[in-house]
């Protein structure tokens, strides 16, 4: 099978993450994959384009940014060229490119989204159009699938199909850290209020006042820039310049899962956080909201879920977390593997129909 997977930008962010490893399992089991965007890549993005290139998965990226026509020449340009059997469109955004084209090649409108983007009247008003040119709508979680009914109606193909992670990249090591190596907490994420990284500096400092050496680190892309000013301020502002680091995007996340001591998350909002499973998967003491999305790993040792805009209740946590092992957890039917598998079966069906 041909099977191309098109996302809005390549860059270290979920859906791009999971489009990457589907990208390269689909072409180790067999298939002719290709991986295209309709905005060039981040800079960031490079070493995972390298990796794709490196197993023969093709990528075509714009090399500029483009209007709508030029974004739908584009992609007509890279479907004309590689002739897929089926398209996996990551995102909104992205589907709704897809969708528009005049083309008879099965696309499957992929909902990654940590929020509702129906509530949005075009968007909800252009999908609504738009649906029946989908042959089949994923969602991640549950809760997409109900903002899919729920503002859109429904579909004859709408399924659930959680991410999952490629725990042969997260392998659990239990040995300890460098004898004088410094705590560190992290927390991987987008710069954006849904990420609650200010909330995390706030209870960073309860911390920092309790441990000496511990250090916060952060990194992540940066999608409101003035979001990621108003942490760097917090950070001057408490007088933690010495404790606390604020970067962009980082391509190894299993180096920095395996460097940290604790993985913080307190989103407001996910829709199935390809992050959050890799540090289930690393073994690394998590610390994270009681969102929905996050309750499936409640029960698994060393995650503590608790109010995490309770700075008090936050704090406290990142305190015990720190002082708890690595340990190895089950992610049965949450592995790249899994999830894979899924996709295949769903592609199978729609190309079985054209």
């Known amino acids: 099978m041909r099977i191309l997977h098109l996302v809005l930008e390549p860059r270290l962010s979920g859906a791009e993450v999971l489009a990457k490893d589907l990208a390269i399992h689909q072409q180790r089991e067999g298939s002719v994959v290709g991986v295209t965007a309709l905005l060039p890549e981040r800079p960031d993005f490079a070493p995972f384009s390298r990796e794709l290139a490196n197993h023969g998965v093709a990528c075509v990226f714009p090399s500029r940014r483009s209007s709508l026509p030029g974004k739908l020449i584009h992609l007509a340009g890279v479907m004309r060229r590689f002739r897929p059997d089926v398209v996996f469109a990551h995102a909104t955004i ?5 969708r528009a084209l005049p083309t008879k090649v099965p696309v499957i409108y992929v909902m990654h989204s940590a929020v509702n983007d129906f509530e949005r009247a075009l968007f909800r008003n252009v ?3 738009l649906s029946s040119r989908a042959r089949a709508v994923i969602g991640v979680s549950p809760a997409n699938l109900r903002d899919y009914t729920d503002c859109v109606g429904t579909h004859p193909l709408l399924t659930l199909i959680p991410n999952g992670v490629d725990t042969s990249r ?13 705590p560190q907490i992290v927390q991987i994420g987008r710069y954006t209020s849904v990420k609650n990284q200010l909330q995390t500096v706030h209870a960073f400092r309860e911390v920092a006042a309790q441990v000496k050496d511990v250090r916060l680190q952060l990194y ?14 917090l950070v ?3 007088g933690l310049e010495d404790r606390v680091r604020v970067d962009g995007p980082h391509s190894d996340v299993s180096g920095v899962l395996a460097a940290s001591n604790v993985f913080a998350m307190p989103s407001r909002s996910e829709g199935h956080s390809v992050a959050f499973l890799e540090a289930l998967a690393s073994g690394i003491p998590v610390v994270a909201s009681t969102i929905t999305p996050f309750q499936f790993a409640k029960t698994l040792p060393c995650v503590q879920l608790v109010d995490t805009d309770d700075t008090a209740a936050y704090a406290a ?7 708890q ?12 593997q899994d ?13 079985a129909k054209v």
């Open 170 to 182: 997260f392998a659990f090591d239990g040995r300890p850290r460098a004898d004088g190596a410094r």
């Open 220 to 233: 992540g892309v940066v999608e409101d820039p003035a979001y990621l000013a108003a942490i760097e301020d």
């Open 236 to 238: 001057k502002k408490l």
């Open 339 to 351: 999830t894979a598998q899924r996709y295949l079966a769903i592609a199978r069906k729609v190309v």
């Open 325 to 336: 092992p690595k340990v190895a957890r089950s992610l049965a039917g949450l592995t790249l």
């Open 127 to 129: 999908e609504r159009v």
């Open 317 to 323: 946590a990142l305190l015990g977390a720190l002082g």
């Open 94 to 98: 992205p589907a709704f490119y897809a």
